[in-house]
C-alpha cells in the first residue's frame, strides 16, 4: 500500500473500533485509537511478515500486544487483513466469542499469546526473540507496550535481559499517549525520559510522531533494517482517543465504551460522512 492508502486504512480501522466498542458497551477506545497507525504500519504497511492464509507459518514475523487491553486495534487489524470475517467484529466481548476483551491466542489466528496482565508483553516478546535466535532464524519479533505500562519493574527486567542477549531480532513500540486509568503518566508515577531508559538499559532508541504515518513507516523500517547488536525501542509519540475530537487527549476515555449518538459522532468525524445509527 502506498502512504494514502495506509492513512484511509488506519481510518477504516478506526472506524472499526468505534463500532465494536459501541455494540459490546464495553471496552477501551483511547488506547486502541492512539495505536491504529503503528498497528495499520505492521500489518498493511509491509512491516511485518505475516500471512492470514497461513497464520502459523514458520518464517512469519511474531507480534505481541502488550498492552492487551487495546484489543479493539488488534482484533480491527486482523479482519482487514483477513484473519476473520469483519462481520464478526461486532461480536467483541459477547459471550461464545473468539474477540475476548483481551485477546486469547486459543480462540483467534493470529495472536500469537494471550496478553492482558500488564507489564508481562515485553518478557514474552524477548522470550520469543531469543528462542528464534537460538534456533538461527531471522524473523523479528515486535510488541506494543503503554507508556503506563512502563511504571511496571518487569517491563525494565525485559529490557535488561534483552540488550543483555542482544536481541537485535526484537522491536518494542511504546505508544506514549502520556495518559493512563488514572491520569497522565507523569502524575501517577513517571517512567520519563522512556528514551534515556531504553538507552540505559542498553537498547538503541527512535523516537517518532505516532500518529503520522509517514514517520511510523520511516521510523518501523529503520528498526527493521538496522542490525546494531542491541534491541530496538520505538518511543511513538502519540494522542490518547486520536481522530475522535471528544475523546483525544480525555483519560477518561480509557476504558468507556462511546454510546449510540457518540458512536455515531465519532464516525462521521473519521469518515467525514453523517452516520445514521440503526
Known amino acids: 500500500m502506498d502512504l494514502r492508502e495506509l492513512e ?8 472499526d473500533i468505534i463500532t465494536m466498542l459501541e455494540q459490546a458497551k464495553s471496552g477501551h477506545p483511547g488506547g486502541s485509537l492512539s495505536a491504529a497507525d503503528i498497528m495499520t504500519a505492521l500489518y498493511f504497511g509491509g512491516i511485518m511478515n505475516h500471512d492470514p492464509n497461513n497464520p502459523t507459518k514458520e518464517d512469519r514475523d511474531r507480534f505481541v500486544l502488550s498492552k492487551g487491553h487495546a484489543a479493539p486495534a488488534l482484533y480491527a487489524a486482523l479482519a482487514e487483513a483477513g484473519y476473520f470475517p469483519k462481520e464478526e467484529l461486532v461480536t467483541l466481548r459477547k459471550l461464545g466469542s473468539k474477540l475476548q476483551g483481551h485477546p486469547d491466542c486459543k480462540k483467534l489466528a493470529g495472536v500469537e499469546v494471550s496478553t492482558g496482565s500488564l507489564g508481562q508483553g515485553l518478557s514474552i516478546a524477548a522470550g520469543m526473540a531469543c ?148
Open 131 to 278: 528462542g528464534l535466535k537460538l534456533k538461527g532464524a531471522e524473523q523479528t519479533v515486535y510488541t506494543l507496550l503503554g507508556d503506563g505500562e512502563c511504571q511496571e519493574g518487569q517491563v525494565w527486567e525485559a529490557a535488561m535481559f534483552s540488550a543483555h542477549r542482544n536481541l537485535d531480532n526484537l522491536v518494542a513500540i511504546v505508544d506514549h499517549n502520556k495518559l493512563q486509568i488514572d491520569g497522565n503518566i507523569e502524575d501517577v508515577c513517571s517512567p520519563e525520559d522512556l528514551g534515556d531508559k531504553f538507552r540505559a538499559f542498553g537498547w538503541q532508541v527512535f523516537v517518532c510522531d505516532g500518529n503520522d504515518m509517514e514517520a511510523v513507516m520511516g521510523t518501523l523500517t529503520s528498526a527493521r533494517e538496522i542490525h546494531c547488536g542491541k534491541p530496538k525501542a520505538v518511543i511513538a509519540e502519540t494522542t490518547k482517543g486520536k481522530g475522535v475530537s471528544f475523546m483525544e487527549g480525555q483519560a477518561g476515555w480509557h476504558g468507556k465504551a462511546p454510546n449510540a449518538e457518540q458512536s455515531a459522532q465519532a464516525v462521521a468525524e473519521l469518515t467525514g460522512k453523517e452516520v445514521e445509527h440503526v
Open 8 to 15: 484511509t486504512k488506519a481510518l477504516d480501522l478506526r472506524v
